[in-house]
């Protein structure tokens, strides 16, 4: 219900009546749109309490109202605004349906924010899309994730958790998930060189704001993460990008900046680089080791699904190297659970971690406790690791499936290099193809391809595009490579 107590003014001292001030007032609040056809009124008592008037002078004020078709009344349901409204139609009835106030563009100066791009806004009526490389839903463990939810939708738990604040995550769950990370990626870190996020973007943001003022430079690869670039952008840095091969970030450009700029920070990705799904080789990741070491190089290592591999061990992070506490690992099991499970963590040293918690604060006063809890439970009873040899073993069979067809189907205007890992496969068209055009053309044929895409329109050397092939099942990844055949024929 509406605050009709500060919108109704009445002067006792006026020559008007207090019913017919009262009348008048709501009269124009119906013609500014704020009271819309149908609403309903608070009752006579009720009103009459807010105002401190008698009952009866709200009645006649209603009484008014009704004989003038501007309200009307049903025995038992009380007093609502007519729907079909008298006289004259409020300006705020327009026919678009806007709000009152919100039909144009603000009068303020505000930030655009255009050099952030724009996520993909999904219509319906696609017979498929193609995403950047998100998990299968079908073979998400609900039942075992339900069952821990209702063991912490206890009063108890719940009375507990509303008393405490775990801005950088809940114990119990750093506790699980920290021994998770030591036995998979061999950190030997601790739980307090760890802190937990909503999803890896905000660990990036969070970090990179710690570190960087406006005019900084930064390292990032060419082609690159976008929102990561856009996120530096944001705080004011200036990028500076080296290329990406098929071993990955070339090092030796890297060294070559370091040794004539003053670099702030180096992001980078070393396993399933985003976008081009390669995996910086072991030679240049023991040159990056040394060279963080020698110039006091402060790095964000993004290793958003370090958990899916398909053809041999992985490497480990650099993380888990001799860097001297200058490399931020930050991970994501939104990769492993879906994309409705916003988790993920930032990893470094504790006096780092203190202040990247204060700065979490100002946006996200408390972590999901709930969240937390459920996957914590699944991590340590082995659930969370069964689930990710599930998977594991279900998108490598999807990626091969994915790669010999395309390989096969679409050779003439694709070059494809199978990835060691991930979830997406990185599509380069040849030149004759540009990806803006097969991407539109595809979604006339009822394929939308919502994969990062760098071609001329942000890059003149790029013209590819991520196909997301986890959550596809071979007769989707079928359909996806004959629009695409059709529309290259």
């Known amino acids: 219900m509406l605050p009709f107590k500060n919108l109704l003014l009445i002067d006792k001292n006026s020559s008007t009546a207090v019913f017919r001030q009262i009348a008048s007032q709501l009269v124009l609040l119906i013609q500014k749109g704020i009271l819309l056809p149908e609403m309903e009124l608070p009752s006579t008592r009720s009103l009459a309490a807010d105002l401190g008037l008698h009952r009866k002078t709200v009645m006649a004020a209603y009484n008014d ?33 806007s709000l009152t106030g919100y039909q144009g563009s603000a009068d303020f100066l505000f930030d655009r924010l255009d050099h952030i791009p724009s996520l993909p806004v999904i219509s319906p009526g696609f017979k498929l899309i193609v995403n950047d490389g998100f998990p299968e839903t079908a073979i998400f463990p609900i ?10 939708l206890g009063h108890n738990v719940l009375k507990k958790s509303a008393a405490s604040w775990d801005v950088g995550g809940s ?37 990179a704001a710690l570190i960087l003022k406006p005019g900084d430079q930064v390292l990032v690869s060419d082609p690159g993460y976008a929102i990561a670039d856009a996120a530096f952008r944001q705080l004011g840095a200036e990028l500076i990008r080296v290329p990406v091969d098929n071993d990955g970030m070339d090092i030796a450009a890297v060294e070559t900046v370091l040794k ?14 985003h976008p081009t799904t390669v995996t910086l080789s072991s030679a240049r990741r023991t040159k990056l080791l040394e060279l963080i070491r020698t110039y006091q190089l402060a790095v964000i290592e993004d290793d958003y699904d370090y958990d899916f591999q398909y053809q041999y061990s992985p490497y480990l992070p650099l993380a888990s190297g001799e860097h001297d506490g200058n490399v931020i690992y930050i991970g994501s099991l939104t990769k492993v659970l879906g994309a409705p499970f916003r988790l993920g963590y930032m990893i470094s040293t504790a006096d780092f971690l203190y202040s990247a918690v ?62 060691q890992g991930g979830m997406a496969l990185w599509l ?6 540009p990806v803006a055009k097969i991407i539109s053309k595809a979604s006339e044929m009822g394929l939308r391809l ?34 695409l055949k059709k529309i290259t024929a």
């Open 65 to 97: 109202l009704i004989a003038e078709d501007w309200v009307e009344s049903e025995q038992r349901k009380g007093y609502r605004i007519s729907a079909l409204l008298p006289i004259i139609k409020p300006r705020s009835y327009t026919n678009n349906n």
């Open 143 to 152: 039942e075992k994730v339900l069952k821990e939810y209702r063991k912490l």
């Open 171 to 207: 114990a119990s769950f750093k506790e699980a998930l920290h021994s998770f990370l030591n036995e998979t990626r061999g950190l030997n870190i601790r739980p307090e060189n760890l802190m937990i996020t909503r999803g890896a973007q905000m660990a990036i943001y969070i970090a």
């Open 260 to 273: 004539t700029k003053k670099i702030k920070l180096l992001y980078i990705i070393p396993h399933h680089h």
């Open 358 to 419: 204060k700065l979490k604060s100002l946006i996200d006063l408390r972590t999901d406790v709930l969240m937390e809890g459920a996957i914590g439970a699944m991590i340590s009873s082995g659930e969370f690791s069964r689930h990710i040899k599930k998977a594991n073993k279900l998108y490598g069979a999807r990626c091969d499936y994915g790669v010999g067809l395309i390989s096969s189907e679409l050779s003439n205007c694709i070059d494809l290099t199978k990835p």
């Open 428 to 433: 380069r068209f040849k030149e004759d193809f």
């Open 450 to 483: 919502t994969g990062s895409a760098w071609h001329k329109g942000n890059s003149l050397k790029h013209n590819g595009l991520r196909f997301g092939f986890a959550s596809l099942s071979e007769t989707d990844i079928e359909f996806a490579v004959a629009v």
